[in-house]
Antibody, heavy 120, light 108 residues
């Protein structure tokens, strides 16, 4: 059974940093692109970042470019999102999602999310 | 950036009726890389359709996707009680990948 489980969310002050992790199981991790998507309650989803199966290609939304970095460790079946210079508007539920193939970026399976709150 | 506009914002229908949801892109979606998701309160979105018309694993055949270029449609042939939810389209053909604002299908 495919599973992706996010962790690392919490309360952080503006300007601070946080690292999210996603533990994957039930599939050949290195064969699939992975993504982070966030959602403010009551709003639609917003794509944040994606990475190819091998990790050689990464993509970031303009709103997080230069502040967030997506990475993966295929030996540990783990996806990460390093978030620096956090802003109040980064507050959201962050989902990890498995793609449809190594470079296929639709969001096939989603985790339940981890909540990030940026507030002083 | 490709902007996706979904219509209508809300669709009020009865169980057993047909639902037709539209997603229009501001420019052509590369390779018809368009997906549809269903989201219920308190849950993560669930993939229904990818590549404009391919059903995801385990999705009932009352859900179908069609369209190409800039105009896409999700059709639910006969609404079941569990289908009342919010539906989003997403394009993954050109970075940044983008979502539509959603269509809520509610019970009339």
């Amino acid at each position: 059974e495919v599973q992706v489980v996010e962790s690392g969310g919490g309360l952080v002050q503006p300007g601070g940093s946080l690292r999210l992790s996603c533990a994957a199981s039930g599939f050949t991790f290195s064969s699939y692109a992975m993504s982070w998507v966030r959602q403010v309650p009551g709003n639609g989803p917003e794509w944040v970042s994606s990475i190819s199966g091998s990790g050689d290609s990464t993509y970031h939304a303009d709103s997080v470019q230069g502040r967030f970095t997506i990475s993966r460790d295929n030996s540990k079946n783990t996806l990460s999102l390093q978030m620096n210079s956090l802003r109040v508007e980064d507050t959201a539920l962050y989902f990890c999602a498995k793609g449809g193939g190594s470079r296929n970026y639709y969001l096939h399976y989603w985790g339940q999310g981890t909540l990030v709150t940026v507030s002083s | 950036e490709i902007v996706l506009t979904q219509s209508p914002g809300t669709l009020s229908l009865s169980p057993g009726e047909r639902a037709t949801l539209s997603c229009r892109a501001s420019q052509s979606v590369s390779n018809n890389y368009l997906a549809w998701y269903q989201q219920k309160p308190g849950q993560a979105p669930r993939l229904l359709i990818y590549g404009a018309s391919s059903r995801a694993t385990g999705i009932p055949d009352r859900f179908s996707g069609s369209g190409s270029g800039t105009d896409f449609t999700l059709t639910i042939s006969r609404l079941e009680p569990e289908d009342f939810a919010v539906y989003y389209c997403q394009q993954f053909g050109s970075s940044p990948w983008t979502f539509g604002q959603g269509t809520k299908v509610e019970i009339k």
